[in-house]
């Protein structure tokens, strides 16, 4: 169990400071990863919270294997996000105040292999065809990403 898990058996829903990182895969045809989230049904970034002690580009690797099967060999700092428009209600009612740091991942190895319990389906997308229906904490890093890059 995670250290998140541990936290809401003590505290319920109730609004918590969540520290993640998340990453933006773009591969050689200029094209984003996202992935459908079982949780809310809608795309996103791959990612999740830091577990204690742990660093946060370490936390972008895990989580961007363990819920796509691509292994990172290569992670840029892109931006950190954080404030109050980073507040975020999951579909079973616990709160978060995200504190994110988003990386670009331009070199991977590994086949797309989602992660059942989270991800119903990985596909890249060109920048002009990104789904409307985008998970709310990975909004602002999508449209930063694509407005510096496009």
Same mark, same amino acid.
């Given at each position: 169990? +995670?250290?998140?898990?541990? $936290?809401?058996?003590?505290?319920?829903?109730?609004? $918590?400071?969540?520290?993640?990182?998340?990453?933006?895969?773009?591969?050689?045809?200029?094209?984003?990863?996202?992935?459908?989230? /079982?949780?809310?049904?809608?795309? +996103?970034?791959?990612?999740?919270? $830091?577990?204690?002690?742990?660093?946060? %580009?370490?936390?972008? /690797?895990? #989580?961007?294997? #363990?819920? /796509?099967?691509?292994?990172? #060999?290569? $992670?840029?700092?892109?931006?950190? =996000?954080?404030? #109050? !428009?980073?507040?975020?209600?999951? *579909?079973?009612?616990? !709160?978060?105040?995200?504190?994110?740091? /988003?990386?670009?991942?331009? %070199?991977?190895?590994?086949?797309?292999?989602? %992660?059942?319990?989270?991800?119903? !389906?990985?596909?890249?997308?060109?920048?002009?065809?990104? *789904?409307?229906?985008?998970?709310? *904490?990975?909004?602002?890093?999508?449209?930063? =990403?694509?407005?510096?890059?496009?």
């Amino acid at each position: 169990m +995670g250290y998140m898990a541990e $936290l809401r058996k003590m505290v319920g829903s109730r609004p $918590l400071l969540m520290l993640g990182a998340n990453v933006i895969v773009v591969n050689n045809n200029n094209q984003m990863l996202l992935q459908l989230r /079982t949780d809310n049904q809608c795309w +996103g970034l791959p990612g999740g919270s $830091l577990e204690l002690g742990e660093k946060l %580009e370490f936390a972008a /690797t895990r #989580e961007l294997k #363990e819920e /796509t099967g691509i292994i990172a #060999e290569e $992670l840029h700092l892109f931006k950190i =996000y954080s404030g #109050e !428009e980073f507040y975020y209600k999951y *579909p079973h009612g616990d !709160e978060v105040y995200n504190v994110t740091s /988003t990386y670009i991942c331009k %070199e991977f190895s590994g086949n797309l292999i989602g %992660e059942i319990s989270e991800v119903k !389906e990985l596909k890249f997308y060109e920048f002009n065809a990104i *789904p409307i229906n985008i998970n709310p *904490p990975d909004r602002q890093a999508i449209i930063d =990403y694509i407005q510096q890059y496009q």
